[in-house]
Nanobody
Framework: QVQLVESGGGLVQPGGSLTLSCTASGYTFSNYGMSWYRQAPGKERELVAQISSGGLMDRYADSVQDRFSISRANAKNTVYLKMSSLKPEDTADYLC?????????WGQGTQVTVSS
């Protein structure tokens, strides 16, 4: 079955950097786009970044543009989210996601906390 497993979260100081990973299994990873979402306590889930199946196209939320970068390694079934210039408001649970045959799949999430 489809599985998405995130890793790389943690505690980082404001202005710092962190790279998240999401490893997929159970489907042909290279055929599908991937997305990163985040959800902070008491807030709605927010789309952070998307990348096309081949990795040639990406898009970002305005709030992370020029600070975050999404990439993928299809040979490793893995999508990454490189986050820099982190702010306290970036604190959230970060989840990767994909849509296959009209069904959206989610990972379990990885917590990112930005605090001094």
């Amino acid at each position: 079955q489809v599985q998405l497993v995130e890793s790389g979260g943690g505690l980082v100081q404001p202005g710092g950097s962190l790279t998240l990973s999401c490893t997929a299994s159970g489907y042909t990873f290279s055929n599908y786009g991937m997305s990163w979402y985040r959800q902070a306590p008491g807030k709605e889930r927010e789309l952070v970044a998307q990348i096309s199946s081949g990795g040639l196209m990406d898009r970002y939320a305005d709030s992370v543009q020029d600070r975050f970068s999404i990439s993928r390694a299809n040979a490793k079934n893995t999508v990454y989210l490189k986050m820099s210039s982190l702010k306290p408001e970036d604190t959230a649970d970060y989840l990767c996601s994909t849509v296959i045959d009209g069904l959206r799949y989610w990972g379990q999430g990885t917590q990112v906390t930005v605090s001094s």
